[in-house]
């Protein structure tokens, strides 16, 4: 019974733990890839992260319809845990959503699901939802965090030895709740530890959000924020910039000289949002910049976007032979009802800012109309 018992907790600890790992492996190479496409869809990171979890609910599935006794219920055991955890994970509603239904499925095909049970499933997803809703602040507190889901992992269990006590044994029914709570321990530790490594790299570097050369927010974080400023509706403007000639201004004067540019067109930019305090400056790529503009209709990010000019063009980059001056090529896009996503919106302000180039540079171009430099 003692070796049932303990081999039992381990494959259940062990499988978890190894499903957690796999998933923090795509999430990690996933937002790399997403990154270095430069794509701003959800859909990009979400996709994989789905189809993994879903992946593994139906392989325990299939795997548990070959085992019967003890075996068996360890699989459902494992079934219940990960749909439990991945609700948590999902990073956007749809894939809450797509996990729930993969979830109901698997439940479904044991034919042992009813009113009753399906009343709870969904008492526990609409709960599952609330915790999303509340995980900012939840997040802060290690222990609570994890609360709802170990109850409703652990009231399955007393729900499913009443509804089964003529047919599984009650010393199963506690053995698995036994190795849920455990699983949910170690991925509680899990959890804790992720997040104290997380916030010692916060501490000794801005690598998370920040550029370290020019200090302003860099290409991941753009695509976090302006996701979540289109998601929020309302008027909404994008403007894009690039340096002029900024090769040959490394090849004339070098990448000192060069890393000095981008920290004075930073600086310049930084200032020239100081009465702006919705908008947010971004440095995209090695060269471009890029302002997220909230609350700007089409006037009043004209007036940004020229200022922004008119700023660089004044901006003085001193060496040790001289000094010289900087220009940028601008393209400007506002958010419109023909936008199917915010990548549209980014693809179409960089479609913009290339015009600008092919236009002479220095020049400003809003909503495919380019103004030259004068």
């Given at each position: 019974?003692?070796?049932?018992?303990?081999?039992?907790?381990?494959?259940?600890?062990?499988?978890?733990?190894?499903?957690?790992?796999?998933?923090?492996?795509?999430?990690?190479?996933?937002?790399?890839?997403?990154?270095?496409?430069?794509?701003?869809?959800?859909?990009?990171?979400?996709?994989?992260?789905?189809?993994?979890?879903?992946?593994?609910?139906?392989?325990?599935?299939?795997?548990?319809?070959?085992?019967?006794?003890?075996?068996?219920?360890?699989?459902?055991?494992?079934?219940?845990?990960?749909?439990?955890?991945?609700?948590?994970?999902?990073?956007t509603m749809r894939g809450f959503v797509i996990v729930q239904i993969c979830g109901a499925y698997t439940l479904n095909s044991t034919g042992n699901m009813t009113g009753y049970t399906w009343a709870f499933y969904l008492l526990a997803a609409a709960i599952m939802l609330g915790q999303r809703w509340a995980s900012a602040h939840l997040r802060q507190h290690d222990f609570l965090y994890l609360l709802p889901a170990t109850a409703i992992g652990l009231l399955s269990w007393v729900l499913a030895g009443v509804r089964l006590q003529s047919t599984v044994a009650l010393s199963t029914i506690i053995i698995n709740m036994g190795s849920l709570l455990w699983a949910f321990f170690a991925l509680w530790d899990y959890d804790l530890y992720q997040r104290q490594d997380q916030r010692v790299i916060a501490?000794?570097?801005?690598?998370?959000?920040?550029?370290?050369?020019?200090?302003?927010?860099?290409?991941?974080?753009?695509?976090?924020?302006?996701?979540?400023?289109?998601?929020?509706?309302?008027?909404?403007?994008?403007?894009?910039?690039?340096?002029?000639?900024?090769?040959?201004?490394?090849?004339?004067?070098?990448?000192?000289?060069?890393?000095?540019?981008?920290?004075?067109?930073?600086?310049?930019?930084?200032?020239?949002?100081?009465?702006?305090?919705?908008?947010?400056?971004?440095?995209?790529?090695?060269?471009?910049?890029?302002?997220?503009?909230?609350?700007?209709?089409?006037?009043?990010?004209?007036?940004?976007?020229?200022?922004?000019?008119?700023?660089?063009?004044?901006?003085?980059?001193?060496?040790?032979?001289?000094?010289?001056?900087?220009?940028?090529?601008?393209?400007?896009?506002?958010?419109?009802?023909?936008?199917?996503?915010?990548?549209?919106?980014?693809?179409?302000?960089?479609?913009?800012?290339?015009?600008?180039?092919?236009?002479?540079?220095?020049?400003?171009?809003?909503?495919?109309?380019?103004?030259?430099?004068?």
């Amino acid at each position: 019974m003692i070796q049932q018992v303990l081999a039992n907790i381990f494959l259940v600890v062990a499988s978890t733990l190894g499903f957690v790992t796999v998933y923090q492996q795509i999430d990690d190479g996933t937002k790399k890839r997403v990154a270095a496409e430069r794509s701003l869809s959800p859909a990009a990171r979400e996709v994989p992260l789905v189809i993994y979890v879903c992946a593994v609910l139906l392989v325990l599935n299939f795997a548990s319809s070959g085992f019967h006794g003890l075996m068996y219920w360890v699989f459902v055991n494992l079934k219940a845990i990960i749909m439990i955890y991945a609700s948590l994970l999902m990073p956007t509603m749809r894939g809450f959503v797509i996990v729930q239904i993969c979830g109901a499925y698997t439940l479904n095909s044991t034919g042992n699901m009813t009113g009753y049970t399906w009343a709870f499933y969904l008492l526990a997803a609409a709960i599952m939802l609330g915790q999303r809703w509340a995980s900012a602040h939840l997040r802060q507190h290690d222990f609570l965090y994890l609360l709802p889901a170990t109850a409703i992992g652990l009231l399955s269990w007393v729900l499913a030895g009443v509804r089964l006590q003529s047919t599984v044994a009650l010393s199963t029914i506690i053995i698995n709740m036994g190795s849920l709570l455990w699983a949910f321990f170690a991925l509680w530790d899990y959890d804790l530890y992720q997040r104290q490594d997380q916030r010692v790299i916060a501490q000794l570097s801005h690598q998370v959000q920040y550029d370290g050369l020019t200090q302003v927010r860099n290409w991941p974080t753009f695509q976090q924020d302006f996701n979540h400023a289109y998601d929020a509706g309302g008027e909404l403007a994008l403007i894009t910039l690039d340096i002029d000639h900024f090769k040959a201004i490394n090849d004339t004067y070098g990448h000192l000289v060069g890393n000095q540019a981008l920290m004075v067109v930073a600086t310049t930019l930084r200032e020239c949002l100081s009465d702006e305090p919705a908008c947010r400056l971004y440095r995209t790529g090695g060269e471009e910049f890029a302002i997220i503009a909230p609350q700007h209709e089409l006037s009043q990010a004209t007036d940004l976007v020229l200022k922004s000019q008119r700023r660089l063009r004044n901006a003085k980059i001193r060496y040790s032979k001289g000094e010289f001056f900087l220009s940028a090529s601008f393209g400007l896009a506002i958010v419109n009802g023909k936008d199917t996503n915010s990548t549209a919106v980014f693809k179409r302000a960089d479609h913009y800012l290339y015009q600008s180039k092919r236009c002479g540079r220095d020049c400003v171009t809003i909503e495919g109309t380019t103004m030259t430099a004068s």
